[in-house]
């Protein structure tokens, strides 16, 4: 993918969210039997045509909530979600739905938000080039950043605003990274105590690896001391994505779909692949002593992480949807409404749940239940060994965009106002 593609990817999902209205609803993770629901006309049509037999009983609805229009969700914390508007940033306790605290969005000109970043310390929210930092118990205020200063001078000022912002490993500095144009980024590091700016650069934080950040811009890959921000090596190649492989091996994609493995401390390359893999892939993900990954059109692969060595890939019949991994299987979403599993190891196919639908948030898995949810707003809990689904239920009548599931609940996130919210790809198929 393109910076130009990811960049204009960023900011139609900005906008996007921009125009969403929020529905969360919570279940409790123990079986129960259901709450009284009358199902909508559209969940009975589907059920009829999409029938999948469950062998228990959804647990029951703990709550549900709705929020203003135009409010998005980007943190999740121990105890809390973290959701920001055009007005109101606000802290929803998890365990009953209720706004622990609301206050008002930092206030800036063209109103572009930034993701929220937070941990049980504190919560960090952007609004266009303004950062500010709150306690994530009270919503008191700690401090506030205009970062208007680092912008480039070729960068447009009705378009530069933060775009992500990510805590580091010891949550002692936050990275935000600011959209400059279509091929330009600029990241900055801020105490997280007092927002003071430690370093910035005209390049995009990829991944953080010991002490060390790796960086990418559309002409080189660098990496800088996080503390500092001082280069420690350079390379004269791109890269899009990238993931940790043990204590300092990073393996990166560039803009062409090849991926090269090398030492984050010195840049040493220590393995390339032979050609590039169709392009955009989704993030890589490292696990069981193989990096996986899921091409542009659905192919899933494995590589091995100490070689790039091809170890197998499953048939191009999947989405681009993050796929869950665990010590045994990786869990991808299909195009004929199923999710599959495949064995971690060899790539063998072990079983094929039927979802009824499109899955359009990344499934997930916690403990022996892999949690998938769809396009027609039903969420399934599906045993991770053999396939069959514990239990189904409708927990919207539109597509749910996002699952968070952990051992004590599930919760999900649906927009009534967006319907079309199934994998591209499976759009157009």
């Given at each position: 993918?393109?910076?130009?593609?990811?960049?204009?990817?960023?900011?139609?999902?900005r906008?996007?969210?921009?125009?969403?209205?929020?529905l969360?609803?919570?279940?409790?993770?123990?079986?129960?039997a259901?709450?009284?629901?009358?199902?909508?006309?559209?969940?009975?049509?589907?059920?009829?045509?999409?029938?999948?037999?469950?062998?228990?009983?959804?647990?029951?609805?703990r709550?549900?909530?709705?929020?203003?229009?135009?409010?998005?969700?980007?943190?999740?914390?121990?105890?809390?979600?973290?959701?920001?508007?055009?007005?109101?940033?606000?802290?929803?306790d998890?365990?009953?739905?209720?706004?622990?605290?609301?206050?008002?969005?930092?206030?800036?000109?063209?109103?572009?938000?930034?993701?929220?970043?937070?941990?049980?310390?504190?919560?960090?929210?952007a609004?266009?080039?303004?950062?500010?930092?709150?306690?994530s118990?009270?919503?008191?205020?700690?401090?506030?950043?205009?970062?208007?200063?680092?912008?480039?001078?070729?960068?447009?000022p009705?378009?530069?605003?933060?775009?992500?912002?990510?805590?580091?490993?010891?949550?002692?500095?936050?990275y935000?990274?600011?959209?400059a144009?279509?091929?330009?980024?600029?990241?900055?590091?801020?105490?997280?105590?007092?927002?003071?700016?430690?370093?910035?650069?005209?390049?995009?934080?990829?991944?953080?690896?010991?002490?060390?950040?790796?960086?990418?811009?559309d002409?080189?890959?660098?990496?800088?001391?996080?503390?500092?921000?001082?280069?420690?090596?350079?390379?004269?190649?791109?890269?899009?994505?990238?993931?940790?492989?043990?204590?300092?091996?990073?393996?990166?994609?560039?803009?062409?779909?090849?991926i090269?493995?090398?030492?984050?401390?010195?840049?040493?390359?220590?393995?390339?692949?032979?050609?590039?893999?169709?392009?955009?892939?989704?993030?890589?993900?490292?696990?069981?002593?193989?990096?996986?990954?899921?091409?542009?059109?659905?192919?899933?692969?494995?590589?091995?992480?100490?070689?790039?060595?091809?170890?197998?890939?499953?048939?191009?019949?999947l989405?681009?949807?993050t796929?869950?991994?665990?010590?045994?299987?990786?869990?991808?979403?299909?195009?004929?409404?199923?999710?599959?599993?495949?064995?971690?190891?060899?790539?063998?196919?072990v079983?094929?749940?039927?979802?009824?639908?499109?899955?359009?948030?990344?499934?997930?898995?916690?403990e022996?239940?892999?949690?998938?949810?769809?396009?027609?707003?039903?969420?399934?809990?599906?045993?991770?060994t053999?396939?069959?689904?514990?239990?189904?239920?409708?927990?919207?009548?539109?597509?749910?965009?996002?699952?968070?599931?952990?051992?004590?609940h599930?919760?999900?996130?649906?927009?009534?106002?967006?319907?079309?919210?199934?994998?591209?790809?499976?759009?157009?198929?």
């Amino acid at each position: 993918m393109s910076w130009t593609q990811r960049g204009g990817r960023a900011l139609r999902n900005r906008q996007m969210r921009a125009a969403a209205t929020v529905l969360l609803l919570a279940l409790t993770a123990t079986t129960a039997a259901p709450p009284s629901r009358t199902s909508s006309a559209s969940h009975n049509r589907h059920a009829a045509s999409h029938r999948v037999t469950a062998v228990e009983q959804a647990p029951p609805v703990r709550w549900t909530a709705t929020f203003p229009y135009g409010a998005h969700l980007d943190a999740v914390t121990r105890d809390s979600w973290f959701l920001q508007d055009s007005d109101t940033i606000r802290a929803v306790d998890i365990a009953t739905g209720t706004t622990r605290w609301r206050v008002p969005s930092p206030v800036v000109a063209t109103a572009m938000r930034g993701l929220v970043a937070a941990d049980d310390h504190a919560i960090y929210a952007a609004r266009d080039t303004v950062v500010q930092a709150r306690d994530s118990s009270t919503g008191s205020f700690r401090w506030e950043r205009n970062l208007s200063i680092l912008r480039p001078t070729s960068a447009d000022p009705d378009l530069f605003g933060v775009i992500s912002a990510r805590l580091s490993r010891t949550s002692d500095v936050l990275y935000v990274v600011m959209w400059a144009g279509s091929t330009q980024r600029v990241t900055a590091a801020l105490r997280t105590r007092t927002g003071a700016v430690l370093w910035h650069t005209e390049s995009e934080l990829l991944n953080e690896i010991g002490s060390t950040c790796l960086m990418s811009s559309d002409t080189q890959t660098q990496d800088v001391d996080c503390l500092s921000g001082i280069p420690q090596w350079k390379a004269d190649q791109t890269a899009q994505t990238a993931v940790t492989i043990g204590s300092a091996i990073m393996a990166a994609c560039d803009n062409e779909g090849r991926i090269r493995s090398f030492n984050a401390l010195t840049g040493l390359q220590l393995w390339e692949t032979a050609s590039p893999y169709p392009k955009p892939l989704t993030t890589l993900q490292a696990a069981n002593g193989l990096i996986y990954f899921t091409d542009y059109n659905g192919r899933l692969y494995a590589l091995d992480a100490a070689t790039g060595t091809p170890r197998w890939s499953a048939p191009t019949d999947l989405t681009r949807k993050t796929p869950a991994i665990d010590r045994d299987h990786v869990y991808a979403t299909g195009l004929d409404k199923h999710l599959y599993a495949f064995d971690a190891t060899t790539g063998a196919r072990v079983w094929a749940a039927p979802t009824g639908d499109y899955i359009t948030a990344d499934p997930q898995v916690v403990e022996n239940t892999v949690y998938a949810a769809g396009k027609d707003g039903r969420l399934h809990a599906i045993n991770r060994t053999n396939g069959t689904h514990r239990w189904t239920t409708p927990a919207s009548d539109t597509a749910i965009t996002y699952l968070n599931a952990t051992a004590d609940h599930i919760t999900t996130l649906t927009d009534p106002n967006t319907r079309e919210q199934a994998d591209p790809i499976a759009q157009q198929r």
